[in-house]
């Protein structure tokens, strides 16, 4: 197959919330740029965030970005990097006016700032009382944002290469990165996109779950070719199963709905999260809630004539304020679970929701390794921001609002980065090595090839039914050790998927395939990461790990106060330490504590 | 919901294999959860790999899906399957070059909405803080915002099939009534300059079939509306 290259300061993969901030970085300094997006822009998943993005703005109640970073330490049930989070939540004022500088319609206050409301785990003064942190236009936040980056993009003429998927990461003998491989929908064809700096901004994998509120392009590209070539995964165990998705169907329900007072209840209509987080409540963070609501259900109080659901009431507010501030929520409602929330309460379930771990980083978005005794050393040309990155500012469990705050700031940051480091000189177009696109193209060869192979989709459907089985809100030793048997053997499957249609034109069946490859990479990173981790810690618990005086809430800081690197080849694993310093001098480290609500 | 079988009647077209567009009858067995065509689009592909269409976030916010479906274009993953009349119609979004079975060329739509200039637009220097603006003059861009630029109504609208290189359709046209109508944009005239030719702007007709299609909900015609008041003011 004869392969074009085409060479750029720099390469962006993915045309969501990271990737476009980064992009406006990288455009705005006058680098010349490719985005390449598997999709539209606007059609990325930043799109469906509802809530809110967190910034101390302190609009409506008093606060600063110390609370921010306790919050967000604690949330992370102490696996965050502190010298990340600390710079996330200072840099939050800033890139939120940005966006509002940029066109965000925001709602307002009545004097005419952005509105914010509370949000789970966000607290004032250490956790006394829920703040109002979650700057928000209405319930359509990652939509108003989406567009509003999109829209700078447009003013800044950045290049977009629409409809591309990227497939596999150059890398050189030196283990430099020298761009990627992708793939035009349109044409088939495949191209070198040959670049001094590469950032991967390809979102999360919550698709190798069966009931997940992701879309249908959630399957984690940049992850699975960084760990193909030889990047390792960092925290993979961790994933936030959201309290709020639709029963059956998915879909996502803000927090934001508790966050405007919204009430979860039983079937008996008792509001259960009084007896879990007494202070915070409802509005505890998200690992707590799922795993009360999990909890509930499986000791029979669950609602509906199977008892596999409880209820998110908002019938008590006035409709007012359900069309004001919750309007997507009823549409939502009203497609999705057939009831109209001012009527009756939503049938929610613990839904899949967000990766915390992902590509190792640092907080200027470059990608870090160990390598010579150093377990953080950069590598050099790439960079990595968004859902797929770790840098790590959510650790063990992400906060609501700052997975938006994290893919601006450190957007932002990966293209400040790269700017400094092109300006520089540090960045340099190496040669590409022989055959840069030769793994890629065995990929696809491959796939024309395959006969008597089994379907993408069959293939897909066992991966995503073995996880949600198997590594789930709650884990049993047993099960996670069987998990990882079957994910081996459906890892070997997945080398053997045949497709039926070889047309070169817009060929879903092949994209559907390299997809499941990138998937595939970040279930086993997933299962394995997970068997190895024998205590529990935010959202990953453990029934054998459970709350003792010297292991509050099964925690074992003595032995597993340290991030997971599971690298593909092998399925090796290792380990680094957290860094619990940090940046500045602004600020004291946050100390360990037990975490309650 | 219990399991069905569903008929089908959809628009083939592989330009790698075919000669020329067909119609496929088929038909799927659903599972009681398949509620949406987009659940049912989805068993269609597992059986069958080569049925082509886009689809993304399935609770209509990101645009992919749009298509024309018993003759009505809207999006299939906020369509209930068991509100239509089978076989069910499917076809690629009217007026647009087709790449292949349901999937169109989206260019001439993205070029009439980057016509536009959809970005705010505010010279003065940024300050500290975000720019101020009353809840009454954030609720005027209401109904204007939300638009995921799916296309189904430039693509109902019997004007932009005629000229869809001249007249900027519905949606381009809601996204520039969008920053005319934010208080802190100030290129209203640049922008009014921009659409006062015959064709930009004055060749919607009010037939209103955006209104009648629009997944959101949302009145690209009002908005039009909007635009000549502004127009007719500015000329006074």
Redesign the interface.
């Known amino acids: 197959m004869n392969v074009a290259k085409r060479t750029f300061d720099a390469v962006i993969v993915g045309a969501g919330g990271a990737g476009l901030r980064a992009a406006l970085q990288l455009s705005e300094a006058g680098l010349k740029t490719a985005v390449l997006t598997k999709v539209f822009p606007t059609r990325s998943h930043t799109v469906a965030a509802q809530g809110g993005v967190a910034a101390s703005l302190g609009n409506s109640t008093e606060d600063n970005w110390h609370w921010h970073m306790y919050d967000t330490v604690k949330g992370s049930d102490w696996l965050g990097d502190q010298d990340a989070i600390e710079f996330m939540c200072k840099k939050a004022n800033e890139v939120v006016v940005e966006l509002e500088h940029y066109g965000m319609p925001f709602d307002r206050t009545d004097n005419g700032k952005i509105y914010q409301r509370p949000f789970g785990g966000h607290s004032m003064n250490y956790g006394q009382a829920p703040v109002m942190r979650s700057c928000a236009a209405a319930d359509r936040t990652g939509h108003a944002m989406l567009h509003a980056l999109y829209q700078r993009n447009v003013r800044a003429n950045t290049q977009f290469f629409v409809e591309w998927m990227a497939l596999d990461l150059i890398r050189d003998a030196d283990g430099d990165v020298l761009g990627v491989t992708a793939m035009e929908m349109e044409t088939g064809e495949v191209s070198i996109f040959h670049a001094k700096a590469t950032i991967f901004a390809t979102g999360g994998a919550g698709r190798i779950y069966y009931s997940s509120t992701n879309a249908f392009i959630n399957t984690g590209d940049g992850v699975g070719m960084a760990a193909r070539a030889g990047i390792p995964l960092e925290d993979m165990e961790f994933w936030q199963f959201h309290p709020t998705g639709v029963a059956g169907a998915g879909v996502l329900i803000t927090e934001g709905v508790r966050g405007e007072g919204g009430i979860l209840r039983n079937a008996s209509g008792e509001r259960f999260m009084e007896r879990y987080a007494p202070n915070l409540k409802d509005l505890a963070s998200r690992d707590v809630v799922s795993r009360a609501m999990t909890t509930e259900i499986n000791e029979g109080r669950g609602a509906g004539p199977d008892k596999d659901h409880v209820l998110l009431d908002i019938t008590h507010l006035s409709p007012e304020t359900i069309m004001k501030r919750l309007p997507g929520i009823r549409e939502i409602a009203i497609q999705f679970a057939g009831v109209d929330p001012i009527k009756a309460p939503i049938p929610v379930v613990p839904t899949c929701h967000y990766q915390m771990g992902g590509i190792p980083t640092n907080y200027k978005g470059q990608v870090v390794v160990p390598k010579d005794g150093n377990s953080n050393a950069p590598v050099q040309g790439f960079y990595a921001a968004g859902e797929c990155a770790c840098a790590s500012v959510h650790g063990a469990n992400r906060l609501g609002t700052n997975s938006l705050l994290d893919l601006l700031v450190f957007g932002k940051s990966a293209g400040e980065t790269v700017v400094e480091d092109f300006k520089s000189g540090q960045l340099k177009l190496k040669p590409l090595p022989e055959g840069a696109a030769d793994a890629s193209l065995a990929r696809l060869a491959r796939l024309d090839s395959q006969t008597k192979g089994e379907s993408v989709f069959d293939v897909g459907m066992e991966m995503r039914r073995t996880m949600q089985k198997h590594a789930g809100v709650f884990r049993f030793d047993q099960l996670l050790k069987e998990g990882v048997q079957k994910m081996g053997e459906i890892a070997e499957r997945a080398k053997r998927t045949e497709i039926k249609d070889k047309s070169k034109v817009w060929n879903v069946a092949r994209m559907e395939a390299l997809e499941l490859d990138n998937l595939i990479e970040v279930a086993r990173a997933t299962i394995v990461s997970a068997e190895a981790r024998k205590e529990s810690r935010g959202a990953h618990v453990r029934d054998d790990a459970p709350d003792t005086p010297e292991n509050p809430n099964g925690r074992d800081d003595a032995n597993w106060l340290k991030h997971t690197l599971w690298y593909s080849e092998g399925n090796r694993l290792d380990y680094k330490p957290v860094n619990l310093k940090p940046l500045s001098d602004d600020v004291e480290p946050i100390a360990l504590a037990k975490r309650t609500y | 919901m219990t399991k069905r079988t569903v008929q089908f009647k959809i628009y083939r077209y592989?330009?790698?294999?075919d000669e020329k567009p067909y119609m496929q009858d088929i038909s799927v067995e659903l599972e009681a959860?398949d509620?949406k065509l987009l659940d049912a689009l989805v068993r269609l592909?597992?059986k069958?790999?080569?049925?082509?269409?886009?689809?993304?976030?399935?609770?209509?916010?990101?645009?992919?899906d749009a298509m024309n479906i018993n003759g009505k274009n809207g999006l299939a993953c906020?369509t209930d399957i068991d509100s239509l009349q089978q076989p069910i119609t499917l076809r690629p979004l009217p007026g647009l070059p087709v790449?292949?079975?349901l999937?169109v060329d989206?260019t001439q739509f993205?070029k009439q909405y980057?016509s536009i200039?959809?970005?705010?637009v505010?010279n003065d220097p940024?300050p500290?803080?975000?720019?101020?603006?009353?809840?009454e003059?954030?609720e005027e861009?209401n109904g204007l915002?939300?638009c995921?630029?799916c296309a189904c109504c430039s693509t109902s609208c019997p004007s932009f099939w005629w000229n869809p290189d001249k007249f900027v359709g519905p949606a381009g046209l809601l996204a520039a009534y969008r920053?005319l109508a934010?208080t802190?944009?100030q290129d209203t005239n640049a922008r009014l300059d921009n659409l006062e030719d015959p064709y930009r702007l004055f060749r919607c007709h009010s037939i209103m079939n955006c209104v009648d299609v629009c997944p959101k909900g949302l009145n690209p015609t009002r908005a039009i509306g909007k635009i000549k008041d502004m127009m007719v003011r500015r000329a006074i």
């Open positions: 592989d330009p790698d294999k959860s509620k592909r597992a069958d790999d080569s049925m082509s269409f886009r689809r993304s976030c399935r609770e209509g916010v990101c645009g992919s906020l790449i292949r079975d999937i989206m993205f980057h200039k959809p970005y705010l505010n940024p500290e803080r975000e720019r101020l603006q009353t809840p003059d954030r861009l915002y939300e995921i630029l920053f934010d802190r944009d």
